[in-house]
């Protein structure tokens, strides 16, 4: 009978060391904070802190960790502000949620559901900003990154495995959208996406529904708009744009292993760039104020002609400038110089 009574209490103590494996910190300075934690499995570890050099300052911040799943960090900390908001939620194995804000009325929301993921949420001296990071899948890897001026909301959505997304903003007004998802029960892998905006009230928009598409867009300056479409497979968009009210849309589908890159110096310019088929490349390099530029390679509506290993190249140096390229069927090649003002070109092949 006493073997048996010491058996139990072996037994009580494993429970009692199981039910005790997950680790949480939380520090907290100033008046009026909140932290809730919730941690379900094992080897879970999780910080809060609402602290700063200047306790006064930091106010009615809230921080909400929830973890379900073995081996999961999270690390949330407000400093040095008031009204701050974190959330981050982890369903799964070895994901990692870290976000880090420097002062007031931000919104960092971290949801990932899967295995061995990665998102990383900061604001640094920035107030009235918003993150938002969604992850289904196993490997991705998510950072914003928000400073300057403030108001500026960034947003990836990704659902697949291996993707990667980065944002950053450095102004007023920026908005940034990386959406990595798919219709397919794969969803969408191995991609990556990399905004980077330098001002103010400028927008990115990069939606990548296949595999392995390479998609960056670079923005200084403001009002600028920049939008790449990657609906197939092994696709590469480049935009860049210095300068204002700039106008770049790339989409790229119904193929595989398309190149686009637009570069647009100056301001109120509208680069245009669709790639319908494969292996194509076109490269648009605008420098200059309300020049206009238009390429398709293959046309899906009405026409629903593609273009494979098709090449076009447009340099325009001057204001004012227009042209228009449609490329269909196999192994086109246009090249475009434009210098002064005002001029107009126009190129159709096809096979």
Request: charged share 15%.
């Amino acid at each position: 009978m006493k073997k048996v009574i010491l058996c139990a209490g072996a037994l009580m103590f494993g429970a009692v060391a199981f039910a005790q494996s997950n680790d949480s910190d939380v520090l907290q300075n100033g008046t009026s904070n909140v932290a809730t934690v919730t941690q379900t499995g094992m080897s879970n570890e999780s910080i809060v802190e609402h602290d700063g050099s200047q306790p006064f300052k930091i106010k009615r911040n809230e921080a909400t960790i929830v973890q379900t799943g073995n081996n999961n960090y999270s690390f949330a900390r407000s400093q040095d502000g008031e009204d701050n908001i974190i959330t981050t939620t982890s369903v799964g194995n070895e994901n990692d949620a870290y976000v880090k804000q420097i002062g007031s009325r931000n919104t960092s929301i971290i949801d990932q559901d899967g295995n061995d993921n990665n998102a990383r949420s900061t604001v640094t001296f920035s107030n009235d900003n918003e993150s938002y990071i969604y992850q289904t899948g196993d490997g991705n890897d998510a950072r914003t990154a928000q400073r300057g001026a403030g108001s500026n909301v960034s947003t990836v959505t990704t659902i697949g495995d291996d993707n990667v997304a980065n944002t950053s903003q450095n102004g007023f007004g920026n908005s940034s959208t990386i959406d990595q998802t798919s219709s397919l029960a794969s969803g969408a892998n191995n991609n990556m996406a990399d905004a980077d905006q330098l001002g103010s009230d400028n927008t990115s928009t990069m939606i990548q529904r296949g595999d392995y598409n390479l998609a960056i867009t670079d923005q200084e300056g403001d009002d600028n708009r920049a939008r790449t479409r990657q609906l197939s497979d092994l696709n590469e968009s480049f935009i860049t744009q210095v300068g204002d009210a700039n106008r770049a849309d790339v989409r790229q589908f119904g193929g595989a292993m398309n190149t686009s890159d637009v570069d647009q110096t100056g301001n109120s310019n509208n680069s245009s760039v669709d790639q319908f088929g494969s292996d194509n490349e076109s490269t648009i390099v605008s420098t200059g104020d309300g020049n206009m530029n238009t390429v398709a390679q293959g046309n899906q509506s009405p026409m629903n002609v593609r273009s494979y290993g098709s090449i076009s190249t447009i340099n325009q140096l001057g204001d004012g400038n227009m042209t228009d390229v449609f490329q269909s069927g196999n192994m086109q090649m246009s090249t475009i110089t434009q210098t002064g003002d005002m001029n107009s070109a126009t190129v159709t092949q096809t096979n």
